[in-house]
């Protein structure tokens, strides 16, 4: 089968290495790729946004499959417009992808279906958000409505912040229209877990759960990023907590989502964050995170490619989907000033396999790979325990070398001290 796969970073890599196990696929695409998924597919220059235009060429090209994996093309509808020309998806519809499409949304979505979240009150007018703040304990969160490059959360330690924030989402526009509305909400604490899953609408299968890491720096400091590394699984998400939240948030939300007419089918991501008061979601998206894929596919057993397709046919029940009684530990390489400005451009060279190193920002230039994004790899390792994928992905990171790199050194340590360094 000829399968296409939308999206170009670290993720979308993972995805094509794990779908390029499956016996079932003879070709594999990309739309756009980058110079690293060139290795593993083969690569189709065009705008991940451009849906039309991408469904026009996969009914050309007689695709009989389609992964649709960033957030853009999803809430734009790819998934229905290729659905309508015939093409099979993984991927949730347009209808569907708003869970993460606007914040307003889901977070109206917990409060009707009873979904443990934090208390929020949303607004389309800036007095009103203003004065509303005044009546608030800090810290505070304020989340732009719409999509903003992960960038869309701000979390005000006093009320002058919280107010230059809400003034530079509505007046200043500093996401565009995504901040138009917002969701003003309370500070939760407690350990964060990213809890990725399968689910055709019917049937719910959550996969290994992970820890993301955010910030740019150390001991979690510096700014908020796409994600600097990842470990799976994570150490605070135990078996009684994974049971609570599939019976209180996981299949409450796919219940939620067919009562709503809009019957969630692909990956549904959970950003939890366990409090004391119990596991309460703080985003939903609609998608694979990056770069929790990049650590959960590498632990899954089951051929992807079978999971995708009993998804598409409302089957997934009849799948037994298994994931490797092991740990993985994804570091990423970033270009130094990374979530900032920084340099492109330097020549990447490997002294190692590039088995689940997971290229996220680079181009080809004849046979050379050049860096051309903030993130450019995410290299990640598999071992029986946590703290041998932790050496194991540092080892490989020492034998890649490119200019101004830069990474993480703690990637896993906060996990492993969770483990009480047992594992
Ligand atoms: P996002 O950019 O949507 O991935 O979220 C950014 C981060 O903001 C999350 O990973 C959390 O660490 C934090 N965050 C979001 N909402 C809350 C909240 N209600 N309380 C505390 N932290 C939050
Ligand atoms: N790593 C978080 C996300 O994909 O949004």
């Not at 007419?261 to 990956?267: A, E, L, S, V």
């Amino acid at each position: 089968m000829k399968v296409l796969v939308v999206g170009n970073g670290g993720r979308e890599h993972a995805i094509i290495q794990s779908l390029k196990k499956s016996k079932k696929i003879t070709q594999l695409f990309a739309i756009a790729g980058n110079g690293g998924i060139s290795a593993d597919a083969i690569t189709v220059d065009m705008n991940v946004k451009d849906v039309d235009k991408i469904a026009d060429w996969a009914v050309e090209n007689k695709i009989d499959f389609a992964v649709v994996a960033p957030d853009d093309p999803l809430v734009l509808g790819a998934v229905n417009v290729l659905n309508d020309k015939g093409i099979p998806c993984f991927g949730p519809t347009k209808q569907a992808a708003i869970i993460e499409g606007s914040k307003i949304f889901s977070k109206n979505l917990m409060k009707k279906y009873g979904i443990p979240t934090a208390k929020y009150e949303t607004f389309s007018d800036m007095e009103k958000a203003l004065s509303y703040l005044d009546t608030c304990d800090m810290p505070i969160v304020i989340k732009a409505d719409g999509l903003a490059l992960g960038k869309g959360v701000i979390i005000a330690e006093n009320l002058d912040d919280a107010k230059k924030a809400v003034k530079g989402m509505m007046e200043d526009k500093m996401f565009g229209q995504s901040g138009s509305n917002i969701v003003i909400e309370e500070f939760l604490t407690g350990p964060e877990v990213s809890v990725l899953s399968f689910t055709d609408g019917k049937t719910l299968v959550p996969m290994v759960s992970s820890m993301d890491h955010k910030r740019a720096l150390d001991d979690d400091k510096g700014l908020n990023t796409g994600g600097m590394g990842t470990v799976a699984p994570n150490p605070y998400y135990t078996e009684d907590i994974a049971k609570e939240c599939m019976e209180k948030i996981f299949i409450p939300t796919m219940n939620a989502m067919n009562s709503e007419n809009r019957t969630f089918k692909g990956c549904l991501y959970f950003g939890l964050m366990l409090t004391p008061k119990g596991p309460k979601v703080i985003e939903y998206n609609c998608r694979f995170g990056d770069p929790e894929t990049q650590v959960v596919l590498p632990l899954l057993k089951t051929d992807l490619f079978e999971i995708m397709q009993a998804v598409a046919e409302e089957r997934l029940s009849e799948i037994k989907v298994e994931f490797k009684k092991k740990s993985a530990c994804c570091v990423i390489m970033a270009s130094k000033g990374y979530p900032e400005k920084y340099e492109k451009g330097y020549e990447i060279t490997f002294n190692t396999s590039r088995k689940n190193v997971f290229v996220a920002g680079a181009k080809l230039d004849g046979d050379k790979l050049l860096t051309n994004g903030g993130r450019v790899l995410g290299v990640t390792a598999v071992a029986f325990t946590l703290k041998g994928a932790i050496k194991k992905a540092y080892k490989k990171v020492s034998k890649i070398h490119f200019a101004n790199a830069f990474y993480r050194s703690d990637i896993g340590k906060r996990a492993l001290k969770a483990y009480g360094e047992k594992r």
